[in-house]
């Protein structure tokens, strides 16, 4: 079973930084199978990244992922107000299929 | 646009079963992948398992034992039992879309919003 770790546990950033988040996979990952979510308190993740790196509808373009292997990032570019959230990364493995995520990383007002 | 509603009791004892629906409107259950995942208090995200419409399931290794899904084309539901339920189970239990394409890439979306399961007697 791949383990999923991201880093860094808590991310305290001003609104206008760049955030930078990893996820990186015990074993290689395919690219097609990481997706990335953004959960606000109360309620339910939203996809924001699939494939690794293409935006879900809706999603603005300062969110951004790349990677391949067993390391991936998010970025955002600029933080705004709403992005001060957990995001949590998200893998398939096809054999067997499991789907599994990683503990979240937290992105707070500094 | 499909959206997705859990429903079921909010309290659960110990050593008993727990029973969760996921009733999906805006589209046909059909033809896709559903799931449940959940979220301790405070904690990251669990996939539990999902199930396709002909039936066909995978589950997490850590709870298939006491995990059975099912579904029901027409009422448009899938549903979740979980047995033996302990403390350990609390959480809010969530049901998604997994959304799943033949070249691999896959994803949940969209999500219900979520309903807190207690166990405790």
């Known amino acids: 079973e791949i383990v999923l770790t991201q880093s860094p546990g808590t991310l305290s950033l001003s609104p206008g930084e760049r955030a930078t988040l990893s996820c990186r996979a015990s074993?290689?990952?395919?690219?097609?199978?990481l997706a990335w979510y953004q959960q606000k308190p109360g309620q339910a993740p939203r996809l924001l990244i699939y494939g690794a790196s293409s935006r879900a509808t809706g999603i603005p373009d300062r969110f951004s992922g790349s990677g391949s292997g067993t390391d991936f990032t998010l970025t955002i570019s600029r933080l705004e107000p709403e992005d001060f959230a957990v995001y949590y990364c998200q893998q398939y493995g096809s054999s067997p299929p499991i789907i599994t995520f990683g503990p979240g990383t937290k992105v707070d007002i500094k | 646009q499909v959206q997705l509603q859990e429903s079921g009791p909010g309290l659960v004892k110990p050593s008993e079963t727990l029973s969760l629906t996921c009733t999906v409107s805006?589209?046909?259950?059909?033809?896709?992948?559903w799931s449940w995942i959940r979220q301790p208090a405070g904690k990251g995200l669990e996939w539990i398992g999902r199930i396709y419409t002909s039936g066909s399931t995978n589950y997490n290794p850590s709870l298939k034992s006491r995990v059975t899904m099912s579904v029901d084309t027409s009422k448009n539901q899938f549903s979740l039992k979980l047995s033996s339920v302990t403390a350990a189970d609390t959480a809010v239990y969530y049901c998604a879309s997994w959304v799943w394409l033949l070249s691999g890439v896959g994803w949940f979306d969209p999500w219900g919003q979520g309903t807190l399961v207690t166990v405790s007697s």
């Open positions: 074993q290689s990952v395919s690219s097609s199978y």
């Open positions: 805006g589209g046909s259950i059909s033809s896709y992948y």
